[in-house]
């Protein structure tokens, strides 16, 4: 196995955008897994779980949301970089099915077998995509936000998995129940863990603002890593 990577250009409309692509160089085209960053931006964060995932026979694609390649500073560049994806959930929509047309382009990609992971605000992306009703085949948010779209509903054919800190004060309790109800409706394929004693951000080492609700929790790391990574095997083979 040798682990190759480079980064990748593509367009939305006229919106350039930088990924990151991470596969084995071994032959053929295999599942694409991508990466949807938090509210950063691509960082070395998504850039290393792109890494993991092609060390797991994927192509892993650390994904730009915000287009340029551009990476938030501090928490005020973030919330300006993510905010209008935020605000305007239809743009977000465009941008990500931008996405997954540039993966399924890509040599190193099996075109019929696309999957999403997310973090944060990366966890919203990872769910907008499944509502978008495309035939990805696998959706997992980690410590995700869930308000929905108010788009046009559609079935979605993805197998979502939502893994969550109960004690994430940017996704309360009842929005748990709100997210199922939704996805029941959608006709979904769907999984929610939420686990006890965790905080927003448990799978960033870095964080560590628990007076903010953010935590990082290296237990629950290795529980919902290990659940995320048994779905994409049994969605994507």
């Keep these: 196995m ?3 990577t480079k980064t990748v250009e593509y367009t939305d409309g006229d919106q350039t955008c930088v990924g990151f692509l991470a596969w084995d160089d071994a032959a053929g085209p295999k599942p694409c897994v991508l990466v949807a960053p938090d509210w950063r931006g691509r960082t070395s964060f998504s850039e290393d779980k792109a ?4 060390k797991l026979g994927y192509v892993g694609f650390a994904i730009d949301v915000y287009g340029d390649g551009k990476v938030g500073a501090d928490a005020d560049e973030n919330a300006a970089l993510m ?3 935020v605000e305007d959930r239809a743009k977000l929509k465009q941008r990500l099915i931008a996405t997954v047309e540039a993966a399924k382009s890509f040599d190193e990609v099996d075109a019929a077998k696309i999957a999403i992971i997310g973090f944060c605000f990366g966890g919203l992306c990872a769910l907008d995509l499944a509502r978008t009703g495309l ?11 869930f308000m929905p779209n108010r788009l046009p509903d559609n079935k979605i ?5 939502a893994l969550h800190g109960y004690d994430d004060p940017m996704a309360k309790p009842e929005t748990i129940i709100e997210l199922g109800d939704e996805l029941t409706r959608a006709e979904c394929d769907w999984q929610l863990y939420a686990y006890g004693s965790t905080m927003h951000s448990f799978m960033n080492p870095d964080a560590n603002a628990p007076e ?9 790391e290795k529980r919902a890593w290990i659940s995320a990574t048994q779905l994409l095997e049994q969605a994507l083979g």
Aim: overall charge negative; proline content about 3%; aromatic content about 8%.
């Design 157 to 161: 054919e993805a197998k979502v998995l």
């Design 212 to 220: 903010g609700g953010t935590q990082y929790n290296a237990v629950t």
């Design 51 to 54: 890494v993991e995932l092609a």
């Design 83 to 85: 905010n209008p994806f």
């Design 2 to 4: 040798s682990i190759q």
């Design 135 to 145: 035939d990805v085949k696998a959706a997992i948010s980690f410590h995700g936000l």
